[in-house]
């Protein structure tokens, strides 16, 4: 079946430092979503990407999907302690709409 | 700002007792999910819900896991025979759309969850 791979498993960043997190499928996806959970909560949506080298923005958040619709990065430049939580990515393969999860990036800022 | 209500935030059972999880997604939302989380790792997808029906479950959701919707608000999660190995949290998810569709925007509303212990 699909496996949707994420690295790295966690990640110490000083506060101001940038910080990126990387998905790789085994499957051309559909597309791509992304969460954050905060320690002890739930999963929260980002953002999805759909569209082969797709680039969007949110403040100081990238996504990027790659052109071959297998890969996918989140990063976040000048972090601050607010970004502290796990990172998912969330793939869907072709003709299916179920969401297989990375096992996420702990992110860790150091004030 | 609407969200997906879940309860009992914390549900303690003995190995072998059944257990209903419950769900009130968001209210004009039409596909809902169920996902479960073990401690410290991935969310894994169990099922999708659409019409009443089952649209997708994975390996996970065998005979043991039932969904229903009883009514025009609730959404239930039931594990028949609970087993040591069930113990996570399992989150509730609701959609407008179906998520992972090729929508350009699709966003999942995630419950709080609902953390299930077996003993």
């Known amino acids: 079946g699909q496996q949707v791979m994420q690295i790295p498993q966690y990640q110490h960043v000083q506060e101001g430092e940038d910080f990126t997190t990387y998905c790789n499928s085994s499957t051309t996806l559909s597309n791509i979503q992304w969460y954050k959970q905060r320690p002890g909560g739930h999963p929260v949506f980002l953002i999805q990407?759909?569209?082969?080298?797709e680039v969007k923005k949110q403040k100081r958040l990238t996504f990027q999907f790659g052109e071959a619709k297998k890969n996918s990065s989140l990063h976040i430049t000048a972090t601050q302690t607010t970004d502290v939580g796990t990172y998912f990515c969330?793939?869907?393969?072709?003709?299916?709409?179920?969401?297989?999860f990375g096992k996420g990036t702990k992110l860790s800022v150091i004030p | 700002e609407p969200e997906v209500t879940q309860t009992p935030s914390h549900q303690v059972t003995q190995m072998g007792q059944e257990v209903i999880l419950r769900c009130v997604p968001i209210?004009?939302?039409?596909?809902f999910y169920w996902y479960r989380q073990i401690l410290g790792q991935k969310v894994e997808f169990l099922v999708s819900?659409?019409?009443?029906?089952?649209?997708?479950k994975s390996e996970i959701f065998d005979d043991q896991f039932s969904v229903e919707r009883p009514d025009g608000s609730n959404f239930t999660l039931k594990i028949r025979s609970t087993k040591l190995e069930d113990s996570a949290m399992y989150f509730c998810?609701?959609?407008?759309?179906?998520?992972?569709?090729?929508?350009?925007?699709?966003?999942?509303?995630f419950g709080p969850g609902t953390r299930l212990t077996v003993l």
């Open positions: 819900f659409y019409n009443n029906e089952i649209s997708e």
């Open positions: 969330a793939g869907a393969g072709a003709g299916s709409y179920q969401l297989t």
């Open positions: 990407l759909v569209k082969s080298g």
């Open positions: 998810a609701s959609s407008d759309r179906l998520a992972g569709g090729y929508s350009s925007y699709n966003e999942q509303f």
């Open positions: 209210s004009n939302h039409l596909y």
